[in-house]
């Protein structure tokens, strides 16, 4: 029976493995053993662990099933390693040399990782590699001298973006026969570039923006006719452009901005048909703007803000009809809009701040006319005119309106209420009179006011604490084309730019007016609020203990009011809070302790009589605060002298009126009586 049974199950047992054993193989598949050895020496040299990466494990499968590594379709025991792809892994520390032992590996990504360290040489040894994208990691040194493209001449993409790389540009590129695409931007590379980079006919993008390169562009990029997209921006090219872009007749995207390149626009470049983006902000470009928009038919969006360039507005940018970006601010502009801008139907973001721009209510209403326009920056111009109240005007798509520092006077116009897709304005440092309109709150979308620096007065309407993008933070927020920047308005100081909408902080700033009445409890509704700027009014009554519902609150400025009672205690739960005002006021009592109020300086405070650090409410005695902070009383001093003068003085003279010092004179002879 024993027998009979061993081998029933033997039996068994060799079916069983008769089924499984395809689907067994198929898992055990692994990579020729060179390969194997190459990449864990690889993971070895690293200093975190990659998922499911098990050698050392019996039951492992092979390493063709390994996070990342891709083999060819060869069967059997002895599958080549192709593509190697760990983006995104949080991989930690420096690539070794074994890698070069990897002689069929086509693709090599490690980007977005903490990797750092110098380049093993002989990572371009690999003969059949096509793909090389270590961007977005930590590496330092010269990428010269590595031999670039001598053995490795099949290489399509180098992209070593995001990275701390340093030196000049790799002269040996020239041996890079078959490379389309070079990105070596954002790292600190410097020098000029060589003369070996225009020999890549073959390359279509090339991007070296956020570096230190220097000298002037060569004519010899114009040997680059492949060319689709080229992007040298923020670095330190001078001298002037090339007129070589008749050659580049493929070119889509050129940025140069944030260069030293002076002179005027080459003829060839304002006749491109090819271009679709030019970006030439800051620059030291002078001249007229000259843009034959009539062969450029493919032109989407233009940047030439923050130049020299001087006369009028150009008449002839109303042809470029497909035009959807247009940045034209600070330059020596002067004039009124042209009348044809209403063709640019296109139109969504434009800038013409600090342009001398005039005739506010004639630009508005040629304006209105670019039905699809989102974004519109017009900071810096218009000088004391009146803001248009004209209820015909019309912005049904506008969701940024940027119209500071124009020393506008008249009230917040009506138009205004019917932008309901409105996000984010900001009418600053104007001479804007009358109240807030209480229509702000019924904005679904608004995150960022900015009415600061003007003449409002009358009570804050309740309706904006009831703004809804405040309260739940569900806004689709809509961002300007790459190079369309945003300036603040700022006054007396430099202005900051800002190449996001939503690197604004959502903000409601009423600072600096003639506002009065109370701070309404409702703001702490607006849990996604994270500047409040009260500062330089005439609010009065206490602090509401409901701001503490402000979760999200960064700054909260109610400096120079007329506020009184105590700072409520509940305030210590805004965990965000880093900058606290509550200087000359009329508050009174304990200043909270705990929270971010441990780390607000005596300056946020200074001002109210009535606060202390110590046990005291508003009805005790008012002693000043920074003498408590500091535990330093001084008690002989200039102004205990004069009162203590001031003080015996008055005694002296009531005592006399009351007869303490010198006796009435019956009673005086009555003394005398008795003494003699």
Known sequence: MFFRGFCLFFVLMALSLSFELPNLNSETLTCNPDDLRALTGFSNCLESTIPEWNWNSTDSPGCCAWTGVTCDNSTGFDRRVVGLELGSKRLVGKI???????????????????????LPDDLFNLQ?????????????????????????????????????????????????????????????????????????KNL???????????????????????????????????????DIFTRLARLEQFSARSNLFTGHLPTSLVNSPSLQMLNLNRNSLSGPINLNCSAMKNLVSLGLGSNLFHGPIPNSLSSCRGLKTLNLGRNNLSGELPNNFKNLKSLTQLSLSNTSLSNILSTLRILQHCRNLSMLVLTRNFHDEQIPNDVSLEFKNLNSLILANCQLSGPIPEWLSRCHKLQFLDLSWNHLGGNIPSWFGKFESLFY???????????????????????????????????????????????????????????????????????????????????????ENKFSGPIPNNLSGMAGLEKLDLSHNKLSGEIPHSLINLSFLSNFNVSYNQLCGKIPQGGQFDTFPNTSFEGNNGLCYAQCTCQSEQIPILSLRKKKRTIIGLPFKIGAATGFVLTVICCFISGWALPKPHKRKYIRFVTS
């Open 96 to 118: 070794c040399g074994s890698l070069a032992d990897l002689n069929q590996l086509r693709v090599l990504n490690f980007s977005h990782n903490f990797l750092g360290g110098s």
């Open 449 to 535: 006011l900015d009415l600061s620096n003007n003449s409002l007065k009358g009570e804050i309407p309740k309706s904006l604490t009831e703004l809804r993008s405040l309260i739940s933070g569900k806004v689709t927020i809509e961002e300007p084309v790459p190079g369309f920047e945003l300036y603040t308005a700022g006054q007396g100081g430099p202005s900051l730019s800002y190449r996001q909408i939503s690197s604004f902080r959502p903000t409601i700033d009423l600072s600096y007016n003639i506002l009065q009445g109370p701070i309404w409890p409702g703001f702490g509704n607006l849990k996604r609020l994270h500047v409040l700027n009260l500062k």
């Open 128 to 200: 059949n590699i096509e793909i090389i994208d270590i961007s977005n990691n930590a590496f330092v040194g010269s990428i010269n001298n590595k031999g670039m493209c001598t053995i490795s001449t099949k290489i399509r993409v180098l992209n070593f973006s995001n990275n701390y790389f340093s030196g000049e540009v790799p002269k040996d590129l020239a041996n890079c026969t078959s490379l389309q695409h070079l990105s070596f931007d954002e790292n600190m590379l410097s020098g000029s570039l060589p003369e070996s980079l225009f020999q890549l």
């Open 204 to 242: 279509s993008e090339l991007n070296l923006q956020g570096n230190n390169i220097s000298g002037s562009l060569s004519n010899g990029i114009g040997n680059l006719s492949n060319l689709v997209k080229l992007d040298i921006s923020f670095n330190l090219f001078s001298g002037v452009l090339p």
